[in-house]
């Protein structure tokens, strides 16, 4: 059950010319590259394409030598899709300054508001748990990984407060109790494959959207604001989500091991949210105040994303569909 | 030693803030412990993991009717 970095996951299905063509490059080939400037920008194939780009800087992949982590032919092709999933979330997402007001607009509960923790709470069934679950395992299984990229892009407090953040994320030192790790354990426990990679097939590009939003933002210095502003978002709305999904998953009987990663984020980002805004935020944006409009971006960028993947997801679940793109279903094991 | 003392930040929008591992007395005597770097101590009451902040003590609005709703 414990893997190696060796036991790297296998490549995806390609979902279109251009992910096609990055998974060649991957191989090792060097195929003709087809235009990317006509794929859709939140679409399967340029979704996953960028997605593969960047696994390489977290386990790679087991046919893919680690070193094209850092091959010109990988990194251009992926400054192209990059190039055209920011400029639509540039497009999509309406500009703003003033962080302190959009931080206080994450830390009012919306009563009647209604996403996929809500209706996992009120009614959701077993299996759209458990799809939720893998689909959240692309980002869960290596969590706080692409918020870690940004930590020598910082300087002084907010570079001390993110990390007391990640080395909570981490287990603070005892690796049974890492996140990455209590989210394994609910898997098993949800009769879920906890294998690296092992639900990148079924999830669909607006969940890969989502991870690609971060691994983006962590690996540029030059949005380092935007980062912060993602990381924000998670942090603040985490803690009441988590109590959402806790109550959903004892409505539906699971076990107390199962309920555990979810339950220990609501005590754990009632923190985080503390550190994140007087830690990180207040200090960095005192020294680079210029840095606002991209931690808005962050912030505005996450919540547009993550409303469509809860759309998706609501959208096949109230026809009584599975949200597996391969047509696995989460109602089956 | 003033570098020695415990920090401890009063928020005053929710949580009381812990540097430092805690052990905490309940009024029923029982103790419940933290080794988190930083605890967040509910102060507001509403917490329904006591003594930690689950944050409850947000503001709570009904957007159909843009009003505030109770606790
Ligand atoms: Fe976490
Ligand atoms: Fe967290």
């Not at chain 2, 803030?17 to 967040?40: F, I, N, Q």
Request: hydrophobic residues 40%; glycine residues 8%.
């Amino acid at each position: 059950m414990t893997r190696t970095m060796s036991e790297a996951p296998t490549l995806p299905a390609p979902r279109g010319p251009v992910s096609e063509a990055v998974l060649s490059v991957l191989r090792g080939d060097r195929p003709a590259l087809p235009a990317v400037d006509g794929s859709a920008p939140y679409g399967e194939d340029l979704q996953l394409a960028l997605y593969c780009c960047y696994e390489l800087h977290y386990r790679g992949f087991r046919e893919v030598d680690p070193d094209r982590e850092w091959d010109p032919a990988v990194l251009r092709i992926r400054a192209e899709l990059e190039g055209l999933f920011l400029s639509a979330l540039r497009d999509d997402v309406p500009a703003g300054a003033d962080v302190g007001s959009e931080l206080d607009a994450l830390l009012v509960e919306h009563v009647d508001a209604f996403g996929v923790s809500h209706h996992l709470r009120r009614h959701g069934q077993l299996w759209q748990l458990r799809e939720y679950v893998a689909h959240r395992s692309l980002y869960h299984l290596k969590e706080a990984d692409p918020q870690t990229f940004v930590i020598p892009r910082l300087n002084g407090p907010p570079k001390a407060a993110l990390v007391t953040v990640q080395h909570d994320e981490y287990g603070a030192g005892a690796p049974e109790r890492a996140h990455s790790k209590l989210f394994a354990d609910m898997m098993t426990e949800l009769g879920l494959c906890t294998d690296y990679g092992a639900y990148l097939d079924s999830a669909p590009a607006e969940i890969l959207a989502e991870v690609n939003l971060m691994s983006l933002c962590g690996l540029h210095r030059g949005l380092r604001g935007a980062l912060i502003g993602q990381f924000a978002t998670i942090e603040l709305t985490s803690s009441p989500g988590s109590d959402r999904l806790v109550k959903a998953m004892r409505r539906l009987g699971c076990s107390p091991a199962a309920l555990r990663f979810y339950a220990e984020h609501v005590e754990a980002d009632a923190v985080h949210e503390q550190l994140v805004r007087r830690g990180v935020i207040a200090p960095l944006l005192s020294a680079e105040p210029e840095l606002a409009p991209d931690v808005v971006f962050g912030i505005r960028a996450s919540m547009f994303l993550a409303a469509r993947s809860d759309d998706l997801l609501l959208r096949h679940w109230n026809r009584g569909e599975s949200s597996f793109r391969d047509g696995v279903d989460g109602r089956k094991p | 030693m003033a570098e020695a003392r415990r920090r401890v930040i009063v928020t005053g929008e929710g949580p009381i803030l812990v540097y430092g591992p805690v052990d905490v007395e309940m009024p029923d005597g029982t103790r419940v412990h933290s080794d988190r770097v930083v605890t967040a101590l509910c102060a507001c009451g509403r917490s329904r993991h006591r003594p930690f902040c689950d944050t409850s003590h947000r503001r709570r609005v009904r957007d159909d009717e843009g009003k505030e709703h109770g606790p």
